[in-house]
T-cell receptor, first 113, second 108 residues
Framework: DVKVTQSSRYLVKRTGEKVFLECVQDMDHENMFWYRQDPGLGLRLIYF???????EKGDIPEGYSVSREKKERFSLILESASTNQTSMYLC????????????FGPGTRLTVT | GIQVEQSPPDLILQEGANSTLRCNFSDSVNNLQWFHQNPWGQLINLFY???GTKQNGRLSATTVATERYSLLYISSSQTTDSGVYFC??????????FGAGTILRVKS
């Protein structure tokens, strides 16, 4: 079974703090993704990575950066958290040979106050 | 970019009823997935189905790629089937584009 884990289920941070969201997958997948989910806006892609140290912007990268130093780990960084980044953050991974079927982690509900 | 439309947006069923959820997409795709989002927010993979028909217990799905739609069938619904069902399609590269979802409520 594919397992994607995220470092926290719930997180509360203050405006201006630097926030790290961690995602780990155990299936040697090449691709990893970060989405955010907001009521009325659905799921939107922030960044994705197709290899170690490689990254590509998704649809809403502003205010975020990412890091992929090891194949199994993909981090999302909020350099200076703002209230409009309060959201549900979902990480996913996929294997090229598996037709890029994506598997999701449990999500992190981030509140920025 | 590719557009994904799901219908209906909301559905209320009595336990034991059957239902069909639809996903229309605007362009050719190389990946189509159905997910169920549980009350805790996790997306559970139901089907990876860029074409053809698959069945898994009470759920089945059919994708007609040439006509750009997919259907998810739920038979003999149970209260645990409640939640949001998403269709997502693969655009160029590895990206998934999600529909807005169908909110399903199954009443006992």
């Amino acid at each position: 079974d594919v397992k994607v884990t995220q470092s926290s289920r719930y997180l509360v941070k203050r405006t201006g703090e630097k926030v790290f969201l961690e995602c780990v997958q155990d299936m040697d997948h090449e691709n990893m993704f970060w989405y955010r989910q907001d009521p009325g806006l659905g799921l939107r892609l922030i960044y994705f990575s197709y290899d170690v140290k490689m990254k590509e912007k998704g649809d809403i990268p502003e205010g975020y950066s990412v890091s992929r130093e090891k194949k199994e780990r993909f981090s999302l960084i909020l350099e200076s958290a703002s209230t409009n980044q309060t959201s549900m953050y979902l990480c996913a991974s996929s294997h090229i040979a598996g037709g890029n079927e994506q598997y999701f982690g449990p999500g992190t509900r981030l509140t920025v106050t | 970019g590719i557009q994904v439309e799901q219908s209906p947006p909301d559905l209320i069923l009595q336990e034991g009823a059957n239902s069909t959820l639809r996903c229309n997409f605007s362009d050719s795709v190389n990946n189509l997935q159905w997910f169920h989002q549980n009350p805790w927010g996790q997306l559970i993979n139901l089907f990876y189905i860029p074409s053809g028909t698959k069945q898994n217990g009470r759920l089945s799905a059919t994708t007609v790629a040439t006509e750009r739609y997919s259907l998810l069938y739920i038979s003999s619904s149970q209260t645990t089937d409640s939640g949001v069902y998403f269709c997502a399609v693969g655009e160029y590269g590895n990206k998934l584009v999600f529909g807005a979802g169908t909110i399903l409520r199954v009443k006992s």
